[in-house]
């Protein structure tokens, strides 16, 4: 029962910083972006983690892994536009404000 009960904690404690993480996040990256992002950081702490606590080091073939896996940020961002506000207090257009390229195309496929 306490493991239950320390797992649901932990998740509890995620999903709040989740949450408002993702409402920040909205304004600058499209949902599949802030999805691999979050499995980014997932992977690290868990490859930190491992390695701490097991006393376990990551093999070469997960090493592999897990660089290929980060290069998915860069893959889904290469396109994207810049949607920052172009001046002081100036809205850019509306057109790049709609994520393009990377995984907004492999999704429609």
């Not at 996040?25 to 499995?39: D, F, H, M, R, W």
């Not at 097991?54 to 660089?67: D, I």
């Not at 994207?80 to 509306?94: A, I, L, N, T, W």
Request: glycine share 8%.
């Amino acid at each position: 029962m306490t493991v239950v009960l320390v797992s649901w904690g932990i998740a509890f404690v995620e999903y709040c910083f989740a949450v408002p993480a993702n409402r920040i996040g909205s304004a600058v990256y499209s949902p599949a972006e802030l999805k691999t992002i979050q499995e980014v950081i997932t992977l690290i702490v868990f490859a930190g983690f491992t390695a701490v606590y097991f006393k376990e080091p990551l093999s070469l073939t997960q090493s592999a892994g897990f660089a290929l896996s980060h290069l998915v940020p860069l893959w889904c961002s290469a396109d994207k536009p810049d949607r920052q506000k172009s001046k002081e207090g100036e809205e850019p257009p509306d057109g790049l404000h709609k994520p393009s390229g990377g995984c907004d195309e492999a999704k429609r496929l």
